[in-house]
């Protein structure tokens, strides 16, 4: 459907197109460029504006080799993918052996359990995040890996989207294993898992974002450097470090380009894995 | 297969899930709940109940009027604007021309961005003396801005940078609805004289929305439980004109140690947030 017949050529489209692109790209390249400048020439061709302020004059890598010099780095991005990924494999595993007794085996009260899963992936961690760490606290959690991750791990979100494609499986291939006689963990592991490809990246981009982005709950839940993941180091920037602007920029960047890389060509499966949470009840 | 009965199985697959979700969601709400109404003794160190006097406390309090209004007037203007710049972003990214996946990508990229990321880059974008936008603005012969800066204009900055951040990203789900919208259906339509508004009513709206739904209840929570970039940028400031609740729960917990107030307030804030959200649900089953 072309909504926008409303013009009778396109280039009117691209002109709207290009200036919306610039206008979300613009943070972004302007932070690209200004991490290779070196500090003394952050601002030097801010004002006024001229091609200068678009592009390094003279090009060098020190932000970047500063930041894990001498600002610990390579630690924090060592503990941001540590987090999450092992929230994602314990989410994954966990999420998806509750979809799967969720579809598969029978008890009783399983609509009522079900109800409460949908239940709390509304709940977001902000919300919670003040009893949760005098829970956290309690099991002496606090500022240690675990805190930050096992929270995190059981999502209701992927429990919902392994079912949803559970239920879309057909069924036969689960029957006639059963009559063979393999268990239900030999069909889990054996049989069904092996298709579940497209579910388990959306969920795998879902609970790694979430886990690369959370700012509140490392914020509250670490104190030392040693757990210090890559947001909470942002933040810290604009706080203690605020004149290494360069080194700033650069951050930011290190922040972006791991997502960016994981979501641009994935982008398909994430959106279809949370466009489909909508398409049955 | 119905006669399952296996309970070893079931308590195997389901168990630590179930475990999780309860001791790290749903207790945690719960026990929020009850610290609402209990307040903290500083000389045993323990709590003692109260029953609804933080909530009255709160509700006499003209930092909490003043928080709540914030809130208020900050989800008034981000979740009608948010959602009405996302469906005009999925309607021109839903246009058939050429490198279109491209376009489509570019407004993928904020989702990468962490709201802290956002926010770092977009304060320095708009500080006052070395900002880009303020270069622009004056190369374009046009007044420079405090922004953040100002008490009329950080609201309206942090509406800004959070909608950069955000509407793509809502786009992205309202264009899969719109694509399930049939060519066949629009073109018969047009040729028997409908317009375009009608088309739109009739039968673009009715196709959008589930995605619409899921779109307009995840935008109202999401921004009614914003909080890290009155964190990052404002800390409230300047004159409290940022002082949302979910920033004042925070500051009464981690600043104050008030832990009984902070939670009333989030009890406040989630009651509002349901109550809202339940009426977007009944308004969006009824029309149409």
């Given at each position: 459907m072309n909504v926008i017949r409303l013009f009778r050529s396109s280039l009117p489209i691209y002109v709207i197109h290009l200036v919306l692109a610039l206008i979300v790209l613009l943070p972004l390249a302007f932070a690209l460029v200004s991490s290779f400048r070196p500090l003394d020439e952050?601002?030097?061709?801010?004002?006024?504006?001229?091609?200068k302020t678009f592009w390094p004059t003279q090009f060098t890598l020190e932000a970047y080799r500063s930041l894990f010099t001498e600002r610990g780095f390579g630690q924090i991005f060592l503990n941001t993918f540590f987090i999450g990924i092992t929230t994602v494999l314990g989410g994954l595993l966990l999420g998806s052996m509750a979809a799967f007794a969720f579809v598969y085996l029978e008890f009783r009260g399983k609509s009522a359990l079900f109800l409460l899963v949908l239940v709390t992936f509304m709940i977001p961690f902000e919300v919670i995040s003040i009893p949760l760490y005098s829970l956290v606290n309690k099991l002496g959690w606090?500022?240690?890996y675990a805190g930050i991750i096992v929270p995190g791990v059981v999502n209701g979100l992927v429990i919902f989207l392994f079912r949803q494609f559970f239920l879309e499986l057909p069924y036969s291939l689960v029957e006639s294993a059963r009559i063979d006689g393999a268990s239900w963990l030999r069909v889990y592991a054996g049989i069904v898992m092996p298709m579940c490809k497209p579910v388990t990246v959306s969920a795998s981009l879902l609970i790694f974002i979430q886990q690369w982005e959370s700012f509140m709950w490392p914020l509250i839940a670490t104190r030392s450097?040693?757990?210090?993941v890559i947001q909470v180091a942002l933040s810290d920037f604009i706080t203690e470090?605020?004149?290494y602007w360069n080194e700033m920029f650069a951050a930011a960047m290190l922040s972006v380009v791991i997502p960016v890389m994981l979501l641009i060509p994935l982008q398909r499966y994430y959106v279809q894995g949370i466009a489909n949470t909508g398409s049955k009840e | 297969m119905r006669s399952e009965k296996n309970i070893g199985t079931i308590l195997l697959f389901l168990f630590p899930a179930l475990a999780g979700l309860v001791l790290f969601k749903l207790y945690p709400i719960l026990s929020g709940f009850v610290q609402s109404l209990y307040t903290t003794t500083?000389?045993?160190g323990g709590r003692s109940f109260v029953g609804l006097q933080n909530y009255i406390s709160l509700f006499t309090d003209p930092v909490f009027w003043n928080s709540l209004k914030v809130t208020l007037l900050f989800n008034v203007i981000i979740n009608p604007l948010q959602i009405l710049l996302a469906f005009f972003l999925a309607l021109l990214l839903n246009?058939?021309?050429?490198?279109?996946a491209w376009f489509r990508s570019v407004h993928f990229?904020?989702?990468?961005?962490?709201v802290p990321t956002a926010c770092m880059l977009w304060n320095i974008m708009l500080s006052?003396?070395?900002?880009v936008v303020n270069s622009i603005l004056a190369a374009l012969g046009l007044p420079q801005q405090p922004f953040l800066g100002s008490s009329s204009q950080a609201l309206g900055s942090i509406i800004a940078i959070a909608s950069w951040k955000g509407v793509g990203y809502w786009a992205l789900f309202l264009l899969a609805g719109l694509q399930e919208v049939p060519t066949s259906l629009l073109e018969a339509s047009s040729l028997d004289g409908a317009s375009r508004w009608k088309q739109m009513i009739h039968i673009v709206y009715p196709m959008l929305k589930r995605p619409l739904t899921f779109v307009v209840v995840s935008v109202t929570t999401a921004n009614f439980l914003l909080f890290s970039p009155m964190y990052i940028l404002t800390k409230g400031g300047p004159?409290?004109?940022?002082?949302v609740l979910m920033f004042e729960s925070f500051n009464n917990a981690f600043?104050?140690?008030?832990l009984g107030r902070s939670s009333s307030i989030v009890v406040t804030l989630l009651l509002i947030t349901l109550t809202i959200v339940a009426f977007q649900f009944r308004w969006l089953k009824t029309s149409h």
């Open positions: 952050i601002y030097k061709y801010m004002s006024p504006v001229t091609w606090i500022d240690s450097k040693q757990y210090k470090y605020g004149t | 500083f000389i045993t246009a058939k021309i050429k490198r279109i990229v904020p989702v990468a961005i962490s006052p003396e070395q900002g004159e409290n004109s940022t002082d600043l104050y140690s008030d």
